[in-house]
């Protein structure tokens, strides 16, 4: 059977400039909790006791795993449009809507009435979750506003959506619905003048003009782009790895040369109150490394859509084993 072709269509940047609130509050968390975390091997010293620095520890990792898990969701987010149905990503997440009963695609405002005034769950950078309206619940995954939103609509089931180029996406559901036309409901599919009638008031590309000026964008592009053609993210990256490896070469080398107990943790007056293995040592470059392959993972979902944030995360990588190399120093010299 031959596999179904699809065109697929990214969200737009959202008003938070790419989500880097999102990545603001997890750096935060994720730095809280490494922080405690060091902390609890006694690494650093702190004031603050023990099950205080595990409670810091279990909230801010479970935080920055959750926020982590929504940017994922924001940078992955898009709209598969292929000769059998519409595809809408998120995070791990795929919901597919069959061409066969669709029955209405265009402006969400005017259908939704009253839900214009009801506040939507916003997260960094975009609206994911549930609306109420006349008709029933609608699954909402989207970068921008009811106002600027497409709802999809089967007659029992709806979405809202807000693909890049709306136009463009309507006409390809129109295109790829008229091949199916036979023994199929009737649709309502908008264009750009019930568009216009909705309020939105940019001029939009045709599927034409798309077709001579978008250029296709794969994994190996992506690749290129994200490791290759930005020095800034090339030197990011090879500075991290570096010092990641390093840091195992480092404590290969030491660990043989270090006594079988350690001084792990100081108190307030800069007395040692908690002794521990040279194995323990090893869970330093264990969260060094796994920060690393989070925050890569991260910057590569980012850079299609906002090459300031996956700078940033890899700085931040960078930043937390700077902090790592510190206190692995501070104990084994």
């Given at each position: 059977?031959?596999?179904?072709?699809?065109?697929?269509?990214?969200?737009?940047?959202?008003?938070?400039?790419?989500?880097?609130?999102?990545?603001?509050?997890?750096?935060?968390?994720?730095?809280?909790?490494?922080?405690?975390?060091?902390?609890?091997?006694?690494?650093?010293?702190?004031?603050?006791?023990?099950?205080?620095?595990?409670?810091?520890?279990?909230?801010?990792?479970?935080?920055?795993?959750?926020?982590?898990?929504?940017?994922?969701?924001?940078?992955?987010?898009?709209?598969?449009?292929?000769?059998?149905?519409?595809?809408?990503?998120?995070?791990?997440?795929?919901?597919?809507?069959?061409?066969?009963?669709?029955?209405?695609?265009?402006?969400?405002?005017p259908?939704?009435?009253?839900?214009l005034?009801?506040?939507?769950?916003?997260?960094?950078?975009?609206?994911?979750?549930?609306?109420?309206?006349?008709?029933?619940r609608?699954?909402?995954?989207?970068?921008?506003?009811?106002?600027?939103?497409?709802?999809?609509?089967?007659?029992?089931?709806h979405?809202?959506?807000?693909?890049?180029?709306?136009?463009?996406?309507l006409?390809q559901?129109?295109?790829?619905?008229?091949?199916?036309?036979?023994?199929?409901?009737?649709?309502?599919?908008?264009?750009?003048?019930?568009?216009?009638?909705?309020?939105?008031?940019?001029?939009?590309?045709?599927?034409?003009?798309?077709?001579?000026?978008?250029?296709?964008?794969?994994l190996?592009?992506?690749?290129?782009?994200?490791?290759?053609?930005?020095?800034?993210?090339l030197?990011?990256?090879?500075?991290?790895?570096?010092?990641?490896?390093?840091?195992?070469?480092?404590?290969?080398?030491?660990?043989?040369?270090?006594?079988?107990?350690?001084?792990?943790?100081?108190?307030?007056?800069?007395?040692?109150?908690?002794?521990?293995?040279?194995?323990?040592?090893?869970?330093l470059?264990?969260?060094?490394?796994?920060?690393?392959?989070?925050?890569?993972?991260l910057?590569?979902?980012?850079?299609?859509?906002?090459?300031?944030?996956a700078?940033?995360?890899?700085?931040?990588?960078?930043?937390?084993?700077?902090?790592?190399?510190?206190?692995?120093?501070?104990?084994?010299?």
């Amino acid at each position: 059977m031959r596999a179904p072709s699809f065109v697929r269509y990214r969200a737009p940047a959202a008003p938070s400039a790419g989500g880097l609130i999102g990545l603001a509050f997890f750096g935060v968390l994720a730095a809280t909790a490494v922080l405690a975390l060091l902390g609890l091997l006694g690494v650093t010293r702190s004031t603050l006791s023990v099950p205080i620095l595990w409670v810091v520890f279990l909230v801010s990792g479970v935080g920055a795993v959750g926020m982590g898990y929504l940017l994922i969701g924001y940078f992955s987010l898009g709209y598969d449009v292929t000769d059998r149905s519409i595809r809408i990503r998120w995070g791990g997440r795929i919901d597919e809507i069959p061409l066969d009963r669709l029955t209405y695609a265009g402006p969400a405002a005017p259908l939704l009435g009253g839900a214009l005034q009801r506040w939507q769950p916003f997260w960094p950078g975009y609206y994911v979750g549930w609306l109420r309206s006349p008709f029933g619940r609608v699954r909402v995954a989207a970068t921008q506003p009811i106002s600027r939103q497409l709802l999809l609509s089967t007659g029992a089931e709806h979405w809202a959506i807000s693909p890049a180029q709306p136009v463009l996406f309507l006409e390809q559901v129109a295109a790829a619905r008229r091949l199916r036309e036979t023994g199929v409901a009737a649709v309502t599919i908008a264009g750009r003048e019930q568009l216009a009638e909705a309020g939105w008031t940019a001029a939009f590309p045709t599927v034409a003009d798309a077709r001579e000026s978008r250029p296709a964008r794969n994994l190996t592009s992506v690749l290129r782009s994200l490791f290759l053609r930005d020095p800034v993210v090339l030197v990011l990256v090879a500075l991290s790895l570096g010092l990641l490896v390093g840091l195992v070469g480092f404590l290969i080398v030491r660990s043989v040369h270090l006594p079988e107990t350690l001084v792990l943790h100081w108190n307030a007056a800069g007395l040692p109150d908690r002794i521990g293995t040279r194995r323990d040592l090893w869970l330093l470059p264990i969260v060094a490394t796994i920060v690393t392959i989070a925050n890569l993972a991260l910057a590569f979902l980012a850079e299609p859509l906002e090459r300031f944030a996956a700078r940033l995360l890899l700085a931040g990588t960078l930043i937390v084993l700077i902090l790592t190399w510190i206190a692995l120093l501070t104990i084994t010299l």
